[in-house]
């Protein structure tokens, strides 16, 4: 089964309320309309974290170095309607970055409380890895979506570690 490589960075910072992420509204193309990471496709050559790096300057104005970037997992999606839509997507958090987030014209940047995260204006599986993910856990999940390519079929978790 192919699987296209893509990455999502969350940065991370601390305030009154506790750890705030990063999110953005998705302006256009795949998941327009939904709150989500800031990330996307592998270019070839590119590392995911060289990929992560220039989705989140591109997407969000904000600049991060590769090694201030922390792994926090893999979570394969699984489009069985849509094959060509199956990916491979390598998370990635961060506390470090230079810029104040700006929007873009595929992202408008917001920050959220990691602690009552918009799942309801997120892709469904995000409920499943997201929260573990920015808890400092190293996810590893296979989602599988049904035919509507929007809800959770099921979730897998071959092997998850913290």
């Known amino acids: 089964m192919k699987l296209t490589p893509v990455t999502l960075c969350f940065p991370l910072r601390d305030a009154e309320t506790g750890t705030e992420v990063l999110l953005g509204l998705k302006r256009t193309g795949f998941g327009i309309g939904k709150i989500v990471g800031i990330g996307g496709h592998v270019e070839p050559g590119e590392s995911d974290a060289e990929a992560v790096v220039r989705e989140v300057w591109e997407e969000a104005g904000i600049a991060v170095l590769q090694e ?25 958090t961060t506390r470090r970055w230079d810029g104040e987030p700006t929007e873009s014209p595929e992202i408008t ?3 959220f409380d990691s602690a009552s995260l918009p799942l309801e204006r997120m892709w469904q599986d995000a409920a499943h890895w997201l929260p573990p993910a920015l808890a400092g856990g190293t996810i ?19 092997s998850t570690r913290r």
Not at 68 to 92: K, Q, Y
């Open 68 to 92: 201030d970037l922390a792994h926090a997992g893999v979570v394969e999606f699984i489009f069985p309607a849509r094959p060509e839509w199956n990916m491979s997507c390598r998370l990635f």
């Open 109 to 111: 940047p917001e920050w």
């Open 140 to 158: 590893d999940v296979v989602v599988v979506l049904n035919e509507d390519n929007e809800t959770v079929a099921s979730v897998r978790y071959p």
